[in-house]
């Protein structure tokens, strides 16, 4: 894993949600974490860089930004590789992961709309050969806060 | 574009709402004024940049934000998905339960699908490793005495892609560009 300093575990614990409206946000949390604004811009470049961040930004609702859903199929392992890249190259995927189960692939489709979502569910399936699993979201129960990282879990494997 | 994404009073002309949520969606520039930024390119003043942000931000529409980790790089590579089946009239409250869970980052009900999916209760444990995943679940099992309920753990044995989901039909046209179908 990327080598974190406590400058990088502080801004990770502080911020992964509550980034500030402010026309300087960066100043802002700088000033929280009592560091200079240019050292909060230069450890999120280089966070975003190595690949520990994905983006500062939103996390937008899945139900409320459009349409999408979890979706998965049951390919032979062999052809695993191959059904995932099909599956990754389909326009609206995000997530792709394989899973243990006769279900062995994973993924989350999203579309503008519901008409959408389906004609690219059935280009998919039509591509693949095999039916998708479609798994809406009916009700959702938790409150998307981040996730507390366990440092010193990570520490001592 | 559902209503929610409807401005209350119109911005001027050219302004688009739209465009900005696709941008938001790649994440903020990394610079001094990143509002400013993204401002200058959806043809709006940075006030109603953040105007935006700060009604989605009421309406829901955005959940959170700021540093979207991803876990796997970070060696949190343990990911199950814990996968229910409860009967139809407890699902909701079991539901709200397991997501007070501090060991539970997602928790959603979702149809079953028979014969082959029977499972309408799905959540989600990361952790470090496996083991200790397996022993978050058993503990959860115990506090919420779901002994007697039937379920799965799917573990992941690979991450083909992690990203934040796009919605915008102008992003869609976008990435068709960038991943032409083979």
Redesign the interface.
């Known amino acids: 894993m990327a080598a974190l300093d406590e400058l990088d575990r502080r801004l990770i614990d502080a911020f992964q949600r509550g980034l500030p409206l402010d026309s300087r946000p960066f100043a802002a949390m700088a000033e929280r974490l009592g560091v200079s604004e240019a050292a909060v811009i230069e450890r999120l470049r280089e966070l975003q860089q190595s690949q520990v961040l994905s983006r500062v930004g939103p996390v937008f609702d899945h139900a409320l930004a459009g349409a999408s859903l979890l979706a998965a199929v049951a390919v032979p392992e062999a052809e695993r590789d191959a059904a995932a890249a099909v599956i990754n190259r389909s326009p609206g995927v995000n997530h792709n992961y394989a899973r243990e189960h006769d279900f062995n692939l994973w993924f989350v489709m999203t579309a503008a709309d519901e008409v959408q979502l389906e004609s690219r569910l059935e280009a998919l399936e039509e591509e693949l050969g095999v039916p998708v699993l479609r798994l809406p979201m009916l009700e959702g129960f938790h409150i998307d806060l981040g996730f507390p990282i366990p440092w010193a879990e990570l520490e001592t494997p | ?2 209503s ?1 994404s409807m401005p209350s009073t119109l911005p001027h002309r050219g302004a688009s709402p739209e465009r900005l ?1 696709a941008l ?5 520039p ?7 930024a993204l401002a200058e390119q959806c043809g709006m003043s ?1 006030d109603e940049v ?1 105007g935006w ?2 009604r ?2 009421h ?13 796997h ?4 590579r343990a ?1 199950a ?1 814990v996968v229910w089946d409860l009967p139809d009239d407890i699902v ?1 409250e079991v ?2 339960r ?2 007070k869970e ?1 060991a ?8 079953r ?1 028979l014969p ?2 029977p499972y309408n209760l ?1 959540c989600m444990i ?4 496996r083991d ?1 995943v397996l022993a978050s679940l058993a503990d959860i099992i115990e506090r919420q005495q779901l002994h007697q309920t039937p379920h ?18 102008e992003d ?1 046209s976008h ?2 560009r960038a ?1 032409p ?2």
């Open positions: 574009m559902n929610l949520r938001l969606e790649r994440g903020l990394l610079t001094e004024q990143p509002w400013l940075e953040l942000v700060e989605w931000q309406e829901g529409l955005i959940k959170r934000l700021g540093l979207v980790v991803r876990h790089a970070l060696g949190i990911n998905m909701s539901g709200r397991l997501a501090s539970v980052t997602l928790c959603y009900r979702r149809p699908r082959d999916w799905f990361h952790g470090t490793q200790r799965r753990v799917l573990f992941s044995l690979k991450a083909y892609k992690q990203r934040g989901g796009r919605y915008t039909r869609d990435e068709r991943c179908p083979a």
